[in-house]
């Protein structure tokens, strides 16, 4: 069945720092991928995305790659902010069509000033 | 923002009693989701609808049904709640696109006493 797995937290980072966070699929056909950000006591904001393989999502200095050969959508920034801190979501989209997510088990991103 | 609430936002209830959690939204949106969301889990799918009166269920659907009577609502049943239903509860839509994207609504705390 489809699935992600997404890396343990919680990470901490100083400000400024280079932040990787990694995303491994399994799917049968062709999913998209979506990073998914979760600010303190809210719901879940789209970050970026991406439909196909090759394709580069970005938003807000966030960057993840479609990656079909290594099943990755590994999440980086540059130079991570303080505002920056939250849990952030991997997740995919069923290829059956249903538009159903599987979504990873999240990574808590705390940045330090 | 997609127009998308949910109601109550803030539960307390006592085991056995039935609960009955509202999702409406704004955007004539097809595709309507409720998840929950829990640590070590992420966000987990319970029920789901692709349109008026069509429903099916998720991965964690038992002890839950729903109901979507209308475009702008899709409503969540516990019928008899149970202190392990004790959760955070997200809806979410979507509609046809090549990306598939969903939309968030701000999240129900139910505590199960």
């Known amino acids: 069945g489809n699935s992600v797995t997404q890396m343990e937290g919680p990470v901490t980072l100083s400000e400024e720092a280079f932040l990787t966070i990694n995303c491994t699929y399994t799917?049968?056909?062709?999913?998209?991928l979506f990073w998914y950000v979760q600010y303190p006591g809210e719901g879940l904001q789209l970050l970026l995305k991406?439909?196909?393989?090759?394709d580069k999502g970005s938003n807000k200095g966030f960057e993840a790659t479609y990656r079909k050969e290594t099943t990755s959508f590994h999440l980086e920034k540059g130079s991570v902010q303080v505002s920056d801190s939250a849990v952030y979501f991997c997740?995919?989209?069923?290829?059956?069509?249903?538009?159903?997510?599987?979504f990873g088990t999240g990574t808590r991103l705390k940045v330090l000033a | 923002d997609a127009g998308i609430t949910q109601s109550p936002r803030h539960k307390v209830t006592e085991t056995g009693t039935p609960v009955t959690l509202r999702c409406h939204q704004t955007?004539?949106?097809?595709?309507m989701y409720w998840y929950r969301q829990d640590p070590g889990h992420g966000l987990r799918l319970i029920h789901y609808?692709?349109?008026?009166?069509?429903?099916d269920k998720g991965e964690v659907s038992d002890g839950y049904s729903v109901s979507r009577s209308k475009t702008e609502d899709f409503l969540l049943t516990l019928e008899s709640a149970t202190s392990s239903q004790t959760s955070v509860y997200f809806c979410?839509?979507?509609?046809?696109?090549?990306?598939?994207?969903?939309?968030f609504g701000p999240g129900t705390r139910l505590t199960v006493l």
């Open positions: 979410a839509i979507s509609e046809f696109s090549d990306s598939h994207e969903q939309f």
């Open positions: 609808s692709y349109g008026v009166k069509d429903t």
């Open positions: 997740a995919l989209s069923d290829p059956s069509g249903t538009y159903k997510y599987i």
């Open positions: 991406a439909t196909k393989a090759d």
């Open positions: 799917a049968t056909g062709y999913p998209s």
């Open positions: 955007e004539n949106h097809r595709y």
